[in-house]
């Protein structure tokens, strides 16, 4: 049997949608490939609220992440952190020798419409970058604050990571005026991991055409170039089995499921895990901005000052073919995470939490 993931990320997959990536191949220059792309492309955009361009890439979400920094900055990107994921966009631009600095806020604490002004306000820089939803702390940072700031600033090219939130946490792209948003696939979009997708604006578009050296296969000009130009293929062989599995699943998110219900369920799985994780522990990021894909707790159960084992606990877990996060990066050990994202719904997450409190023994 395999077991119920409730990492967050890869994430719980549905047989009909492996099924999907066992079917045989088709040229990746063919009619077919096209038509499957441009498919995906059109449900895409209704998920992200966007008309801008879709691309893809056959990568995890970090591939697009790096290629859109380095691709955008023409003179200093601005870096908003609030945990592991955003130090790694920093890392990326220094890796690729991209101006920037970096602008931390403390764990548990999101990026908030101050810290974007005062850093704009200085004309230093052309780019920003913003974590929507950081799944090493469990926050949602407040991008509708943030597009306020914004306004004020309408050369700067905006990048979202939205990995762990898109299709799972409703993200206004063009009302926000998002030019990257970023995602991959193993996340709330519940596909195996291997391929990354963003919606580029046209300003974005503009923007590559300052920067001279943008690397080639994560260079976001070069994809949006050849989908104009071949009718929605790739410069290099996409996965095209991920592509199958990508485009019957956005049917069922838009067609059968409907974004908005989509929606619905995560905040509801949502609300139901971090009551749990009141009664016996404490959520452990700014309770004002918490995460609609996944929940970080403290690993102290209430009024002990011992933490819980999460290996062990993790162990008790397998037994039940059930699996949840320790947490990411600093916070390993000290936190725990369930992922409430993707296919998994309210049955899920009380099957999960009362095992956590069977297995440790909380009642
Ligand atoms: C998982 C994750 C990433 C990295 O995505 P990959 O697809 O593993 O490269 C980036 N940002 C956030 C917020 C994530 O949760």
Redesign the pocket.
Known sequence: MAIKLFI??PTVVSEDILAEMSLPMIGHRSKKASEIQKRISDNMQKVLYTDNRILLSTS???GL?EGAIRSCTAKRAAVFSVGA?GD?WYKMAVANGVPADKFSSEMGEPTTPEMVDAALSTGKYDVITV?H???SSGIQNPVEEIAEVMKKYPDVVWLV?A??SAAGSKIETDKLGIDVLIT?T??ALALP?GL?ICAMSQKAYERTAEVPTRGLYFDLRTLWDFIDKKNYQYTSTPCLSLMYALDKQLQHIVNEEGIEARFARHEQCAEFTRAWADEYFRVYPNRKYLSKTLTVIDAHPKGCSELISIPELNKGLAELNMQLGNGYGGLKDKTFRIAHMGELCMDDMKEITSAVVDVLKLK
Do not use: I, R, W
Request: charged residues 20%.
């Open positions: 967050p990320g995890s979400g970090s992440m994921f790694k974590t939803n950081e799944t990571d990995v762990s991959s193993q996340k991991p990354a």
